[in-house]
């Protein structure tokens, strides 16, 4: 089955500084990548999304890359916010057969004020 | 609309004491998950549904039973607690794995003594 590399698990910036959060997968059938943010006692909420037919996507402040030969992917946030303190989900999925989002241990993203 | 809805939010087992938790999602989706989550462990997928009267085994299913009888319930059964299931559990709902985001419950904190 599919498996899901994250790193780091926990990364602290500066407000105003950029993060970047990295994620490998296993399986080359994968084509779907989704990322999830989660606060502290709250369910996971989708952030950003990217398919296979894509190398990168941008939603403000939010973007992902995807390295399809290299099997992996990225999350990217520009000008750290307080509120963007979370954890964050990298996952991966072949679909068709559907056998769910195979996730990412997370990365606890800190912002420093 | 309610989207994804899990009931109990808490419940405290006995070890060998049998429970049913509740999923609930109101926006006719095909497919439903179940997930723990446990401290660095990310969201680890126990089973999931592909349509009114499927299921089938994820990653982590000993231990646990689904049912899914009607379209927009999907039951997950402890038949005997131990206190390795106590963890956060998540249901999620999806039209379909790579076609749109997954909706997440709002959590079951379980915890088994």
């Known amino acids: 089955g599919e498996n899901v590399e994250q790193h780091p698990s926990t990364l602290s910036v500066q407000e105003g500084d950029s993060a970047v959060i990295k994620c490998t997968y296993s399986d080359s059938a994968s084509n779907y990548f989704p990322w999830y943010k989660q606060e502290l006692g709250k369910r996971p909420q989708l952030i950003i999304d990217?398919?296979?037919?894509?190398g990168e996507k941008k939603d403000q402040r939010i973007a992902v890359t995807l390295n399809k030969t290299a099997k992996h992917f990225s999350l990217h946030i520009t000008e750290t916010q307080p509120e963007d303190s979370a954890v964050y989900f990298c996952?991966?999925?072949?679909?068709?057969?559907?056998?769910?989002?195979?996730f990412g241990k997370g990365t606890h993203l800190i912002i420093q004020p | 609309n309610a989207g994804v809805t899990q009931t109990p939010k808490f419940r405290v087992l006995k070890t060998g004491q049998s429970m049913t938790l509740l999923c609930a999602q109101d926006m006719n989706h095909e497919y439903m998950y179940w997930y723990r989550q446990d401290p660095g462990m990310g969201l680890r997928l126990i089973h999931y549904s592909v349509g009114e009267g499927t299921t089938a085994k994820g990653e982590v299913p000993d231990g646990y039973n689904v049912s899914r009888l009607k379209k927009q319930n999907f039951l997950l059964g402890l038949e005997s607690a131990a206190p390795s299931q106590t963890s956060v559990y998540f249901c999620?709902?999806?039209?379909?794995?790579?076609?749109?985001?997954?909706?997440f419950g709002q959590g079951t904190r379980l915890t088994v003594v």
């Open positions: 996952a991966a999925s072949s679909g068709g057969g559907a056998d769910g989002l195979t």
């Open positions: 990217i398919r296979s037919n894509v």
């Open positions: 999620a709902s999806s039209y379909r794995v790579g076609r749109g985001e997954a909706f």
